[in-house]
T-cell receptor, first 112, second 121 residues
Framework: RKEVEQDPGPFNVPEGATVAFNCTYS??????FFWYRQDCRKEPKLLMS???SGNEDGRFTAQLNRASQYISLLIRDSKLSDSATYLC?????????????FGKGTSLLVTP | NAGVTQTPKFQVLKTGQSMTLQCAQD?????MSWYRQDPGMGLRLIHY???????DQGEVPNGYNVSRSTTEDFPLRLLSAAPSQTSVYFC????????????????????FGAGSRLTVL
């Protein structure tokens, strides 16, 4: 089983919609998690981190459910500029060592 | 502030040729790493370094060498290129401090370079 699993999508949503992605992880000792955003043919960039139950930044909310071992990313009031691939990331071991596990990404397309 | 700079952006090699992908960062980050990204595979760690003079293997190290003689530079060498090494390569750097009480390690907050697209024929 891959350490981090995501639904690849694509998720096609109209502008203004709310969309949520889930990501499951296998290492129950992981303490913190991250969402990175990657635009087409560009490098990944950090979007949000989540450690406790959740984190909110404007239209974006990341939540962590340790019992079920998944994290989610909620995007409210979707914009065309939100179209991208969203990568779920967890550290490889419990002490937040350097190596990271990247999910394969979930593709989002926001349409007019 | 340039961040992480990778060169070249594009390269075409023939099987068996060798080359070096350059990576430099000007943020005084301790940690640097190389990833490759392939369709359907996601990002996979090739090699990483936690400081000058220290390197270690990641998930897919075969066919690649690295060295870290300075804090700023972390070149990736392809010893004898193979078609299976056709990929997009990303260099990344990060710092080592932890945000107390949050469990968030700076090591996991990566700044990526723009990528190097390599084709091996």
């Amino acid at each position: 089983r891959k350490e981090v699993e995501q639904d690849p999508g694509p998720f096609n949503v109209p502008e203004g919609a709310t969309v949520a992605f889930n990501c499951t992880y296998s290492n129950s000792a992981s303490q913190s998690f991250f969402w990175y955003r990657q635009d087409c043919r560009k490098e990944p960039k950090l979007l949000m981190s989540v450690y406790s139950s959740g984190n909110e930044d404007g239209r974006f909310t990341a939540q962590l459910n340790r019992a079920s071992q998944y994290i989610s990313l909620l995007i409210r009031d979707s914009k065309l500029s939100d179209s991208a691939t969203y990568l779920c990331v967890s550290p490889r071991n419990s002490n937040s060592g350097y190596a990271l596990n990247f999910g394969k990404g979930t593709s989002l397309l926001v349409t007019p | 502030n340039a961040g992480v700079t990778q060169t070249p952006k594009f390269q075409v090699l023939k099987t068996g040729q060798s080359m070096t992908l350059q990576c430099a960062q000007d943020m005084n980050h301790e940690y640097m790493s190389w990833y490759r990204q392939d369709p359907g595979m996601g990002l996979r760690l090739i090699h990483y370094s936690v400081g000058a003079g220290i390197t270690d293997q990641g998930e897919v190290p075969n066919g690649y060498n690295v060295s870290r003689s300075t804090t700023e530079d972390f070149p990736l060498r392809l010893l004898s290129a193979a078609p299976s090494q056709t990929s997009v390569y990303f260099c990344a750097s990060s710092y080592s401090y932890s945000t107390m009480g949050t469990g968030i390690s700076g090591a996991n907050v990566l700044t990526f370079g723009a990528g190097s697209r390599l084709t091996v024929l």
